[in-house]
C-alpha cells in the first residue's frame, strides 16, 4: 500500500512576494506595515522607506469619499479605475481591493493593479501615428540618392586613409547601409504587415547604437560632455526582434537622453538590461500571451518631459525641442511594435530621472526558476 507525501506548502511570504500585483498590509489609521517587491516597485520606495508613512502620504486620492470608504476596515471594497497620484511618480490610474485581515481588527490587506502599465503596454492599432508617418514614403527617393553619394565618398576616402582610420569608413558605410534598409521599411508603416523579426543579441545592438553616438559626438558637437554607463546584464539571452531596428531605435532613445542631460549639472546617462520575469502581453491576432521578460532601460538625469505633455510624447509632431518634429518617438514606437514589443515612460521626480522602457519577447522561450530572495513580511 503507497502512501502519498504532500509537498510542503509554501511559506506564506514566499507566495505574496511571487504576485506580479502590489500588496500593501495596513495596520490601524492606513498605515503601511508591509508591502511584497511589486509593491515597492509600484510606488518606487522600499519596504524599510514606506513602512509606517500613512498610505495618504504616498499615493493621493482626489475623490475623498473613496478614501473615507477605506478606512471602514471591517468592509471590503473593490474599485476600478481609480484616478490616484503617488509622490514623486505622477498620475496613474488604477485597480483596488481591499478587505479586513481576519481576526486582526483595524488590520487591512490592499492590492493594486497598475492600469496605466497596462495601458502603455496594451495592444494599440496606432492607426493615426502610422498615417502621419507616411512622410518618409514621398521623402524616400531625396533621401536614398545623397545616402548613396555618402556611401560613394566614404569608400574613395577609405583608400587614402591609414588601416588604423578604416573602421570609421567601415562605420559610415554600415550605418547608410542600414539607414536604407530602415528607409525601405519606413515605406511600409502604414501597411499592417510588420517586418520579419529574428533572434537578435541585445548588446551587440545597443553597442553599435552607442559606437555611432560616440562618432557623431566626437567633433565635440554635443553641448557638454556627458557620461554614459553601461549596465548590461551579459546571461540575457537573444530577443526576438529586427537587428537594424534594434540600432535605430536605441540612437534615438540614447540621443534623445543625451541631450536632456545636458540641462544636469553632471549629465548622465544610463542603458541597462535585466530579466523581467512575468511580464505579457495579450496579442490581438491569437490571443495567446506572449511574454516580454527582456527589459532594455535608457535613462537621463535631466528635467524630464512638461508633466502635461508625459502622456502624448509618443503622439506625432509632440516635442519639446525648439528645433524638433516629434517624429522620432512615434517611428520608436512603430519599430518597437512591430517586434511584437512595448516601450514605456516613466519620471522618477524623486530621483531625478526619466526613463524609457523598452520590453521585448525571447527569441527562444526558456525555462527555469529563479529563486526567491525578497520577503514579505519578517
Known sequence: MSIAVRTALPEAHRLLASLPHAVVLLESGLLIASVNPAGEQFFGQSLRRLAGCRLAD???FPDQRLLERLQDYETPVSAREVAV????????RIDINIAPVADTPGWQVLTIHDNSAAEALGDDSGGADTAVLRGPEIM?????????GIRGAAQLLARKIDERDRPLTDLITSEVDRIAGLIERMQKLSGRTAPPVEPCNLHEAARRAIDVIKAANADGSAARSYRLQEEFDPSLPPVLGSPDGLVQVIINLLSNAIEASQEAEEPRVVIRTRFASGLQLHTTDSGKPVRLPIELRISDNGQGVDPAMREHIFEPFVTTKKSGQGLGLPLVRKLVRDMNGRITHERDEEAGLTHFRIHLPLAKETRGRGLLRRKLFS
Open 58 to 60: 504616498v499615493m493621493s
Open 85 to 92: 497620484s503617488l509622490k514623486g511618480k505622477g498620475a496613474r
Open 140 to 148: 524616400a527617393h531625396e533621401i536614398k540618392n545623397p545616402l548613396a
